[in-house]
């Protein structure tokens, strides 16, 4: 693994790149490009390959010898990647469902996954111009604008009325029987990994995801969240791991502190 002096170094190499494939991505929002839909009916943009491209490029240029996965790239064989040590793990506009329907939930995700578990993430936010990272054994900071990097952490305790972030795009009676087992609740729908960043800031307290997802959706956010004091496990608490043999995710619930006793909820969500 790399040194701390080196990932550190790193990480600033990686918030500009992802900076920079927002400023691309901003060009595109609210305006016109082609929308085409992949094998799972998921929509790819012009902006979402625009971005991809440019980031690709950044990393063979940074770090040559580190291989990478992205969303919106022909995917290494898992009996040529089951050898990867380190690796990038890309998504380039993660939210596309939001930024189509011109809504500003949208971010740039990058993160560096080393012996299956990511060591350094970058989250950026094109629109509010935010941008969430951590590296391994150092902090997770904010950065609002232009003003300097500001340390952020987990909510240090569990409200009254639990704070639950929930997708604008992704909902079903596994969420809702998990809402009602939780009782009073404020709920925060937003999109893309947004909602992952609202609890590494303390900004709410739980997000709950049932259903696949991929593994270039939760690998920046885990990194930026476990280095904010908080969690990003299976239901059954489990850490995830990366560059399994199927790169999908199962569920998963990102919160700040176990003792909250999350498990009666979730394990009530999954009742049928």
Not at 116 to 137: F, N
Not at 185 to 211: E, M, N, T, V
Request: charged share 20%.
């Amino acid at each position: 693994m790399l040194a701390n002096k080196e990932l550190k170094n790193l990480s600033l190499e990686i918030n500009q790149v992802a900076y920079e494939a927002g400023r691309m991505i901003r060009k595109y929002f609210n305006s016109s490009y082609e929308v085409e839909l992949k094998n799972d009916k998921s929509p790819v943009t012009t902006a979402d390959i625009v971005a991809n491209d440019y980031i690709e490029q950044q990393l063979r240029s940074i770090t040559p010898d580190i291989p990478r996965i992205s969303e919106e790239s022909e995917n290494t064989s898992y009996q040529e990647r089951q050898h990867w040590d380190t690796f990038w793990l890309i998504d380039p506009l993660d939210g596309t469902r939001e930024f189509v329907k011109n809504r500003p939930d949208f971010t740039v995700n990058i993160a560096l996954v080393h012996k299956q578990q990511p060591i350094l993430g970058t989250i950026y936010l094109p629109i509010a111009d935010q941008l969430y990272y951590a590296r391994i054994d150092d902090h997770a900071y904010r950065q609002d604008q232009s003003g300097a990097p500001t340390k952020i952490s987990v909510a240090a305790q569990l409200q009254s009325i639990p704070r639950i972030c929930s997708s604008r795009s992704h909902s079903g009676r596994s969420m809702q029987r998990f809402l009602d087992a939780v009782g009073e609740h404020q709920l925060i729908a937003r999109g893309s990994s947004i909602k992952s960043c609202l609890i590494a800031d303390g900004s709410a307290d739980i997000y709950p995801r049932f259903g696949p997802t991929w593994e270039w959706d939760t690998a920046a956010a885990q990194s930026i969240i476990v280095q904010a004091g908080g969690h990003l496990t299976t239901l059954d608490m489990k850490s995830l791991s990366y560059n399994k043999e199927s790169l999908l995710n199962p569920s998963f619930v990102a919160f700040a502190h176990k003792q909250h006793g999350w498990m009666e909820p979730l394990n009530a969500s999954v009742t049928k």
